[in-house]
Structure formats: structure tokens, C-alpha cells
T-cell receptor, first 116, second 111 residues
């Protein structure tokens, strides 16, 4: 079964450092998403991306965050200057544009970010 | 976004059916009812969705009230692997399909 792949599975960084989390969405999907989940809390929407631009973002997704689709397969989330409160699990998801799969978000296993 | 209300937690015995309720009294005519689940240490996983009619798939069944103000996710025979947080989510099938997760129901399955 096709899956969304995320790397790294765990990253530890110092406060103030830049971090890039990578995702390889399912190959024929064109909608991409990032979510985060702080330990013990609910899954929070960060941003959605389609046709090489952000289609929607939450108030969490401030100027410190950016997303990019640098090539035909990767979708990245960059945090420019990490803060302690950015420590969380970050989930990438993708969705097809048509057919029955258009209603289904497929999530990756997540990247755990620990900011010290 | 229209809100959903779910119990914080539920408990079930293995091999027995589980009925997970969800109230969504402010649902609009274009809102679909989606269910996702999150197993421990994993990303959310799609379970099922529907609009007005009851739906069945290999994972579960979705029973939707006639007035659409509530729905029930039915796991026909709970297994230990079904222990997870189950999220009931309303979403219109337009635009970016932003999916907003609430707190969900944590399902405990006893052997």
C-alpha cells in the first residue's frame, strides 16, 4: 500500500537553530499538509499546500515556518529559528485530487523534533 | 468549523462490538462526517467517512442519524490493535480540505 514517508524520524536541535523536516508524499497526490502534535495534546493543523503555493495556514504557522516542494517528490517544512515550544511530533499528509482517495488524508509516521 | 463532541474515553472487551458516539448538532448540509484514529506513537489513520447514508468498509461501519446531528462509529469486533484515539471530524469537501482534529475518544480494549 502506498505510504507517506517522513525523515528524520527524530531530530534533536539547539534552540535558535534551523530545522528542515522532509516528507515524500504518495506519488500521484497533489495536496500536501503539515500537522504537529505536542506531547499529550491534540493534532494541530499547520498548513496546506497545492499547486506550489500555500492554500491555507493556521496562526501557529508564523514567519518562522515555511514550506517548499523543491522537486517532484519532496515536501519540506522549515523552521528558521527553533524555540523550545516547537518540540513536537510533526506529521506530513497528502491527498489525491480525484476519485475516492480525494476524501482521504494519508499521514506519515511523523518526525519527532526535540529542541534543547 | 462545526464542532463535534465525543466522550473522552471508552472501554471495550476484546472480540466485542464497540460503538463510539459523536454529536455534531451544528452540522451544515455540506459537512461530511469523517473518522480517523491514531494508534500509539503513530500518525492519524483514515477510518471511514459519510454524508447521509450509513457506510461500511473493511475497518468499520458508520451509522449516521437521520437528522445528521449525531453519528456512531462501529467496530464490529474490537481487537487489542484497535486501542487508539478515535477522532470524529466534520469537513466540507471543498477548497483545501483542511481537517481539524479535536480531542477524540481514547478507546481502551481489554483482553
Amino acid at each position: 500500500e502506498p505510504e507517506v514517508t517522513q525523515t528524520p524520524s527524530h531530530q534533536v536541535t539547539q534552540m535558535g537553530q534551523e530545522v528542515i523536516l522532509r516528507c515524500v508524499p504518495i506519488s500521484n497526490h497533489l495536496y500536501f499538509y503539515w500537522y504537529r502534535q505536542i506531547l499529550g495534546q491534540k493534532v494541530e493543523f499547520l498548513v496546506s499546500f497545492y499547486n506550489n503555493e500555500i492554500s491555507e495556514k493556521s496562526e501557529i504557522f508564523d514567519d518562522q515556518f515555511s514550506v517548499e516542494r523543491p522537486d517532484g517528490s519532496n515536501f519540506t517544512l522549515k523552521i528558521r529559528s527553533t524555540k523550545l515550544e516547537d518540540s513536537a511530533m510533526y506529521f506530513c499528509a497528502s491527498r489525491a485530487t480525484g476519485g475516492s482517495g480525494a476524501n482521504v488524508l494519508t499521514f506519515g509516521a511523523g518526525s519527532r523534533l526535540t529542541v534543547l | 468549523d462545526a464542532k463535534t463532541t465525543q466522550p473522552n474515553s471508552m472501554e471495550s472487551n476484546e472480540e466485542e462490538p464497540v460503538h463510539l458516539p459523536c454529536n455534531h448538532s451544528t452540522i451544515s448540509g455540506t459537512d461530511y462526517i469523517h473518522w480517523y484514529r491514531q494508534l500509539p506513537s503513530q500518525g492519524p489513520e483514515y477510518v471511514i467517512h459519510g454524508l447521509t447514508s450509513n457506510v461500511n468498509n473493511r475497518m468499520a461501519s458508520l451509522a449516521i442519524a437521520e437528522d445528521r446531528k449525531s453519528s456512531t462509529l462501529i467496530l464490529h469486533r474490537a481487537t487489542l490493535r484497535d486501542a487508539a484515539v478515535y477522532y470524529c471530524i466534520l469537513r466540507t469537501n471543498t477548497g483545501g480540505f483542511k481537517t481539524i482534529f479535536g480531542a477524540g475518544t481514547r478507546l481502551f480494549v481489554k483482553a
